[in-house]
């Protein structure tokens, strides 16, 4: 039986309109460039769970990615109930967003943009806290709308979508909301693609676990989870027919999230989790399931014991199943490709983008 997992796809250099990939430089090459001046840019993306920060220096139309960060932080824990940022998460966050200034200040950043999301889309309590970030890291936090989020992850996905397949569905599970992306593909690697259809919906693995519980999930939860997703998908596949050219044969999906990285590692069967490995492969639907099964029949303590989930994502990890199961249910296309990829590297493109200008 073939692998269900293919080589990470080839990175084609796109219009101007859509930057070219990232590229991860080594050896001889980073030697080279490191000899020419470049300016070093930094991308931070705050979501509802998790602070990213990446560092990386300009090489021509790419990037060598020199430094980066990732920690759960929960900023968004509770906030369904509360409507507001508690002063733990705030504090957590502030915690991460230093260490992050300290990377900025230490690699020398000449150009950042810094972004959050969902959670401080919808807390009322957004302004003081972004306030509190600027006076204690110097980070200017800006409040991205749900149109630009998808733009940019859509950005930084575009190297893996196959120009042999006319219609993609990206989509990017996170921790307050869930992107869905509708894209038209073009042949021609230099054309970008098409938006046709977006949607930002208000259920991501915060959110749904905090309203259904993520430490004992039995059967009829998840499937409450998953009865829950579809709903609220529906109304854009009616609107889209995006079934209809799956039937055709049409469309390929690609997911940006921690879900699907998560799940990729785990059928993988690795030690830990290798991003090298994981973005740019494919997981077949049967995969999803198997996996997501396995999961949701394990103890809470046996998911933290997981290399690949780890305590702080626990309890959030079915949620994420959940989601991604009925997506899969409304499309099935069978197989998506994972990428470990996204926001960053979409700012991280738009920055090198505007120095061109």
């Known amino acids: 039986m073939n692998s269900p997992f293919a080589p990470v796809a080839p990175l084609h250099k796109l219009s101007s309109s859509l930057p070219p990939p990232i590229s991860f430089a080594s050896g001889a090459t ?141 989509f990017d599970i996170g921790g307050g909301s869930t992107e869905l992306v509708w894209l038209r593909v073009p042949r021609d690697p230099r054309a970008p693609p098409r938006v046709e259809g977006f949607i930002s919906l208000p259920h991501g693995v915060v959110t749904l676990s905090d309203r259904y519980g993520g430490r004992e999930v039995t059967v009829a939860i998840y499937d409450a989870m998953v009865a829950e997703m579809r709903a609220a998908i529906l109304p854009f596949e009616e609107r889209h027919s995006i079934a209809a050219r799956i039937a055709r044969r049409d469309v390929q999906m690609l997911g940006s ?60 990890v079915l949620a994420g199943c959940a989601i991604l199961e009925a997506i899969c249910l409304l499309w099935p296309v069978g197989r998506l490709r994972v990428a470990d990829r996204g926001i960053r590297e979409g700012i991280l493109l738009g920055l090198l983008d505007a120095r061109a200008l």
């Open 30 to 170: 980073a030697a080279r460039a490191a000899q020419q001046p470049a300016e070093t840019y930094a991308a931070l993306d705050l979501g509802t769970n998790n602070c990213r920060l990446l560092v990386a220096r300009g090489m021509g139309r790419s990037f060598r990615i020199i430094d980066a960060f990732s920690r759960i932080v929960r900023l968004g824990e509770g906030l369904a109930a509360s409507g507001v940022l508690s002063e733990a998460a705030m504090a957590r966050t502030i915690e991460a967003l230093k260490i992050c200034a300290g990377k900025v200040a230490h690699r020398k950043v000449t150009r950042a943009r810094y972004v959050a999301t969902e959670a401080c889309r919808r807390a009322t309590n957004c302004a003081e806290f972004v306030e509190r970030v600027h006076s204690d890291t110097g980070f200017a936090i800006e409040i991205i709308s749900t149109d630009e989020e998808a733009r940019l992850v859509v950005a930084g996905c575009a190297p893996l979508l196959d120009r042999r397949i006319p219609y993609a569905c990206v």
């Open 257 to 316: 999230s921690g879900t699907v990285t998560t799940l990729a590692g785990i059928h993988m069967k690795l030690p830990r989790y290798n991003r090298a490995m994981v973005d740019g492969s494919v997981l077949d639907f049967d995969s999803v399931r198997e996996v997501s099964q396995r999961l949701a029949g394990m103890s809470y303590a046996a998911r933290a014991a997981h290399p690949c989930i780890g305590g702080d994502r626990a309890d959030l």
